[in-house]
């Protein structure tokens, strides 16, 4: 998922109830510089880590699997440490596995905090709970000492991480987001991606005259893949300022016009073509469904094609499209794609060998860590050319032609994902709510914001800002 996938934020694990986690759920600590057992550091050892001191890595195992862990990065550590043992846990219940631990002071060394059931970084932060990234990014690079590994990362890929203004996590997966189809599907029926949004309601009719359902998504656990459509759309709208007002909280950017004529819009979509069932439905039930040949659109990430790699047939092709346009006057094109840097890597502050889970952040931000992982995961890292000459899925190929065709035309992330998880669990409900006809659009907009309002309110919450 992250994004996450995914998150975004994103690989996906089973369904859990999402709650602002205060910081004295995780315990108090003051330090943000490392800690455990330290060795000799050097150019080759620049965070001094001792070369027998044990390394927990815990993965997300939800779309991206934990091969590239145990087959690539995890073997590559224990090659420059080879007398340390290296202990790999995997799990889909991020939050719930680690909060105890974080609670009583035994934490890993390294986490992939991604899924559904991802801890709260800003209520980490706010406990010192992780270590500020930055001397990772000032190291120097693994494939070139004379780079620092901040230079090896495409742009904008750190600032995904920054909480309280500091890089508490690395994203590392660069993914590209957008309405997902079968080609050999529309290629049989002669259908194309939409550009306007009259179009994309015409082709959602001529999809259900098939007997398709034209859209769908999953709402029992992955709701925030409908959101990012409604965010993405009113960003497309209005500029990518109105996501950047929603993340720092600005008075009425719920409200805003661009959002409100978003929500309206894709409530129209789901109110012609949104099949109710998939209210109950799983991310993965709901994209075996189009690889069934069920389903015409399905809003995802790019890691969608690597994470249904085994339930997809020969006869179905994976490709991406833009979110067509809303307006005749929107601020961006037709082509314009939200990219971003997702799947959040963290290392605790109180970690045993915390120098260690840097050092293990720096073999993942190799040339050989990063080219391993996309290979196995078929998802691009932040590492500049480090997928470059490997062959690419067509679902990939398609990526790679919408980022070529968008340019500088990128809609940016959301952090409010990350920095006030009461607000990004109420947006799923809302979404639900909009998206299966219980509330209208105004009515969207209306109890969004008074839920910002809230968050805005409420002294106990750790506020963060962006600039863009």
Same mark, same amino acid.
């Given at each position: 998922m992250?994004?996450?996938?995914?998150?975004?934020?994103?690989?996906?694990g089973?369904?859990a109830?999402l709650t602002?986690?205060p910081?004295c759920?995780f315990?108090?600590? %003051?330090?943000?510089?490392? @800690?455990?057992?330290?060795?000799?550091?050097?150019?080759e050892?620049?965070?001094?880590?001792?070369?027998d001191?044990?390394?927990?890595?815990?993965?997300?195992?939800?779309?991206?699997?934990?091969?590239?862990?145990?087959?690539?990065?995890?073997?590559?550590?224990a090659?420059?440490?080879?007398?340390?043992?290296?202990e790999h846990v995997?799990?889909?219940?991020i939050?719930?596995?680690?909060q105890p631990?974080?609670?009583g002071?035994d934490?890993?060394d390294? /986490?992939?905090n991604?899924g559904? %059931?991802?801890?709260d970084?800003?209520a980490?932060?706010?406990?010192?709970?992780?270590?500020?990234?930055t001397p990772?990014?000032d190291?120097?690079?693994?494939?070139?000492?004379?780079?620092k590994?901040?230079?090896?990362?495409?742009?904008?890929?750190?600032e995904?991480g920054?909480?309280g203004?500091?890089? $508490?996590?690395?994203?590392?997966?660069? @993914?590209a987001?957008g309405?997902?189809y079968?080609?050999?599907?529309?290629?049989?029926?002669?259908w194309?991606?939409?550009? @306007?949004?009259?179009?994309?309601?015409?082709?959602c009719a001529?999809?259900?005259?098939?007997?398709?359902h034209?859209f769908?998504?999953?709402?029992?656990?992955a709701?925030y893949?409908?959101?990012w459509s409604?965010l993405?759309?009113a960003?497309?709208?209005?500029?990518?300022k109105?996501?950047?007002d929603? %993340?720092?909280?600005?008075d009425?950017?719920?409200?805003?016009d661009?959002?409100?004529?978003?929500?309206?819009?894709w409530?129209?979509i789901g109110?012609?073509?949104? %099949?109710?069932?998939?209210?109950?439905?799983t $991310?993965?039930?709901?994209? @075996?469904?189009?690889?069934q040949?069920?389903?015409?659109f399905?809003?995802?990430?790019?890691?969608?094609e690597n994470?249904q790699?085994?339930?997809?047939?020969?006869?179905f092709?994976y490709?991406m499209?833009?979110l067509?346009s809303?307006?005749?006057?929107?601020a961006?094109?037709?082509?314009? /794609?939200?990219?971003?840097?997702?799947?959040?890597?963290?290392?605790?502050?109180?970690?045993?060998?915390?120098?260690?889970?840097?050092?293990?952040?720096?073999i993942?931000l190799? $040339?050989?860590?990063?080219?391993g992982?996309?290979?196995?995961?078929g998802?691009?890292?932040i590492?500049?050319?480090?997928?470059?000459?490997?062959?690419?899925?067509?679902?990939n190929?398609?990526?790679?032609?919408?980022?070529?065709a968008a340019?500088?035309?990128i809609?940016?992330?959301?952090a409010?994902e990350n920095?006030?998880?009461e607000?990004?669990?109420?947006?799923?409900?809302?979404t639900?709510a909009l998206?299966?006809?219980?509330?209208t659009a105004?009515q969207f907009?209306a109890?969004m914001q008074a839920?910002?309002?809230?968050?805005k309110?409420?002294?106990? /919450?750790p506020?963060?800002?962006?600039?863009?």
């Open positions: 992250t994004f996450n996938r995914r998150r975004m934020l994103h690989g996906l089973g369904l109830v602002a986690v910081a759920a315990g108090g600590n %003051d330090a943000e510089t490392p @800690t455990g057992p330290t060795g000799d550091a050097g150019p050892n620049p965070f001094g880590v001792a070369e001191a044990a390394l927990e890595v815990v993965i997300f195992k939800g779309g991206l699997g934990d091969a590239y862990a145990t087959e690539v990065h995890e073997p590559m550590y090659q420059r440490f080879p007398g340390a043992k290296v995997a799990t889909q219940q939050a719930q596995t680690l631990r974080f609670a002071g934490v890993p390294v /986490i992939a991604s559904t %059931d991802l801890m970084l800003g980490l932060v706010d406990a010192n709970q992780l270590l500020d990234l990772l990014f190291a120097p690079a693994i494939d070139d000492p004379k780079v590994v901040r230079d090896r990362v495409v742009n904008g890929s750190i995904a920054l909480v203004g500091k890089p $508490h996590a690395l994203m590392y997966v660069y @993914t987001y309405l997902w079968d080609a050999k599907l529309f290629e049989a029926n002669g194309q991606p939409a550009q @306007t949004w009259a179009d994309f309601d015409a082709l001529r999809i259900k005259a098939k007997g398709l034209p769908a998504y999953p709402g029992k656990n709701a893949y409908q959101y409604i993405v759309s960003a497309k709208i209005g500029g990518n109105v996501l950047v929603i %993340d720092n909280l600005v009425g950017a719920w409200t805003a661009p959002v409100k004529q978003s929500a309206a819009a409530a129209e109110a012609k073509y949104l %099949d109710k069932s998939y209210e109950g439905l $991310h993965t039930e709901v994209q @075996t469904a189009q690889n040949g069920r389903i015409g399905f809003p995802c990430g790019s890691w969608l994470e790699k085994d339930q997809t047939p020969d006869s092709e490709a499209c833009p067509p809303v307006t005749g006057g929107d961006m094109p037709y082509a314009a /794609i939200r990219t971003a840097a997702g799947e959040g890597y963290i290392v605790p502050s109180q970690a045993k060998n915390s120098a260690g889970g840097l050092e293990y952040l720096r993942m190799s $040339h050989e860590g990063a080219r992982f996309t290979e196995r995961t998802s691009i890292t590492v500049k050319g480090a997928a470059d000459g490997l062959p690419l899925s067509p679902g190929k398609s990526v790679a032609a919408a980022q070529s340019g500088d035309n809609v940016t992330y959301n409010f920095w006030y998880k607000l990004e669990t109420e947006l799923r409900a809302k639900n998206m299966f006809g219980r509330i105004d907009c109890e839920k910002a309002d809230a968050v309110a409420d002294s106990s /919450i506020k963060q800002q962006r600039n863009g």
